[in-house]
């Protein structure tokens, strides 16, 4: 029986606002490529696939900084081929340096479905928790959009002393809850970092695939909407 619903933050319960895909057509349009929010935003979910094997093979955030940018590049690369863009390595280059100085002031926004999907879950007497690897320093962005009175416990890597998909800070957070693994559902964006990563810990998983880009993933459920997790409890 499922007592606890844990969620993962950016690209489950929020997005960057303006959206990246935004900000990456704004960048595009300055150097003549020209696409489309819609089109790019499938791109940018495609290209995080690279990203996130990479840094599900190991935390790109802890490798050297060198092999870091390779990785950004290689990611933007792939984001402008998958909208059908042929830029040169040059403007690849000029493109990220735009998109870095277009997003300084970004901030959080929600989903439309994120607070209903919450809400639903209180109704049912379940708790409700947020697993994320997002620094200390944003915690406040919790209340700010409104989510912390949702949330019975959050659990970070500072936490944890582990980072998803580390099994540790699924474990850490289980603990937390007063719960047993398999008590406990963890609904993420990304297969390997959200969905693996809470199953090899025991926890049963639920893929949110926004776009329906990941039907190869049928270890667990998969939703296009935060208001169908309920359906999988």
Request: charged fraction near 25%.
């Amino acid at each position: 029986m499922v007592k606890t619903v844990f969620f993962d933050f950016y690209n489950t319960l929020a997005r960057y606002e303006p959206a990246a895909e935004t900000i990456q057509v704004s960048a595009c349009r300055e150097f003549g490529f020209n696409t489309d929010a819609a089109t790019m935003q499938r791109a940018l979910a495609l290209a995080d696939h690279f990203f996130y094997e990479e840094n599900r093979r190991y935390s790109v955030a802890k490798r050297p900084v060198a092999e870091q940018e390779k990785i950004y590049f290689r990611h933007q690369e792939l984001a402008l081929k998958n909208a059908g863009l042929s830029p040169d390595l040059a403007t690849v280059t000029k493109v990220m340096r735009r998109i870095h100085e277009l997003a300084k002031n970004i901030t959080f926004g929600l989903f439309d479905d994120s607070i209903p999907a919450l809400e639903n879950l209180k109704k049912r007497s379940l708790k409700v928790g947020l697993i994320s690897n997002i620094p200390p320093e944003k915690l406040p962005v919790l209340e700010s959009l409104g989510l912390r009175p949702y949330l019975d416990l959050v659990v970070i890597p500072q936490d944890a002393g582990a980072d998803k998909p580390d099994r540790a800070i699924f474990d850490f957070a289980v603990s937390k809850a007063g719960i047993k693994p398999d008590e406990a559902v963890h609904v993420g964006d990304q297969y390997y970092i959200d969905a693996d990563g809470a199953m090899k810990a025991g926890l049963k998983a639920i893929l949110l695939d926004r776009l329906g880009l990941s039907p190869q993933y049928t270890a667990c459920p998969r939703v296009t909407s935060l208001r169908q997790v309920a359906e999988h409890l």
